[in-house]
């Protein structure tokens, strides 16, 4: 009797030991795989579906939850440089839950086509997303778009090119604009120009944990505590990309991409909310006075110690504030 029990012990022991061993195993030798079943997780527990629609040749990648119509806009958020559709997934945790929400790999990023710089400047992106847009039916109605960043800059554009696809518009701390205090990554970008070096160091693209490390301390005001293993998997992901992010930065930053949101704000005619981090070091607060100097009517919303990336220091407030500013929105319209 001893015996038989001893042995179920040791087979059961063994079965539940064998799940810990893999998640260590896998956090130890393959870091950058684990953290993206933990998206793969989260997006199933926060119900997103990732999908896949085809243009073509060219296939866009999104995630979305819910179905159109009701007495909310549909959300299409865009995320910004070298991010994903998952970077949304903590803004999504804090949405109503009967919100439809579209999630999209901006071109060349994740599981978005990759194909040349003619995509990859603010206006070829906003042409894809329009593509994109129209690919899934999401222009059946106005729908509210969302951007932070680089995407910020591109949902600009999308307002001022297309104007009859959306009911209303957000900005995230974005891109594309002269601002009268630059930023800490401005002026190295500033330094690296004057001394012609094209090939330097960008912050935003790092290639060891040390200048990874350096990056999430620029982009946020309160940086996440990581573990060190957490570091190598976010690094593991990113290098393999690091080429395209480079191709892609060097476009973006070119004469015709550079102040692209600032040479549409005129055109820009729906409804709009600027939000931005009061610490940002990436693009300086300073950018939301040019957007309301420009446009007076618009709603700006500034977070104190907050930074860059909005969406992962404070998902909660920023998910309020869009809820609240699309909701009184739609409460006018309608």
């Not at 729906?270 to 300073?286: A, E, H, T």
């Amino acid at each position: 009797m001893e015996l038989s029990l001893a042995k179920t012990l040791m087979v059961t022991g063994g079965v539940l030991l064998l799940p810990v061993l893999a998640f260590a195993t896998s956090l130890m030798f393959w870091p950058g795989v684990l953290l993206k079943a933990y998206n793969w997780y989260w997006r199933r527990r926060l119900g997103m579906v990732v999908r896949h629609t085809q243009i073509g040749s060219y296939c866009f990648c999104y995630s979305t939850r819910g179905t159109p119509g009701g007495d909310m806009p549909s959300l299409l958020l865009l995320h910004g440089f070298s991010a994903t559709k998952d970077m949304w997934l903590p803004v999504i945790n804090y949405l109503p839950r009967n919100q439809h929400v579209v999630c999209v790999d901006m071109p060349g990023h994740e599981g978005t086509s990759r194909t040349g710089p003619e995509d990859y400047s603010i206006l070829g992106q906003a042409s894809r997303v329009h593509q994109f847009v129209r690919s899934i039916g999401l222009d059946k109605a106005p729908f509210h778009l969302v951007g932070t960043s680089m995407g910020g800059n591109v949902a600009g554009v999308y307002g001022a090119h297309y104007p009859s696809d959306l009911c209303s518009l957000t900005l995230v701390c974005p891109a594309g604009l002269i601002y009268p205090t630059e930023s800490k990554f401005i002026n190295h970008l500033r330094e690296l120009e004057r001394n012609n070096k094209r090939d330097g160091s960008i912050p935003l693209i790092p290639n060891s944990l040390q200048e990874l490390d350096t990056m999430l301390k620029l982009c946020c005001h309160n940086p996440p505590h990581l573990s060190r293993q957490v570091l190598r998997g976010l690094l593991a992901n990113r290098i393999p990309n690091n080429d395209f992010y480079k191709e892609l930065f060097m476009e973006i930053i070119e004469e015709k991409s550079r102040h692209s949101l600032q040479e549409h704000l005129h055109l820009i005619t729906v409804p709009l909310q600027v939000i931005w981090g009061k610490n940002d070091q990436v693009l300086d607060v300073s950018g939301a006075t040019v957007i309301q100097t420009a446009l007076p009517h618009c709603q700006v919303d500034t977070l104190d110690d907050c930074g860059h990336s909005i969406a992962l220091e404070r998902p909660r407030k920023l998910a309020k504030l869009l809820t609240d500013f699309v909701h009184s929105k739609a409460k006018k319209q309608a």
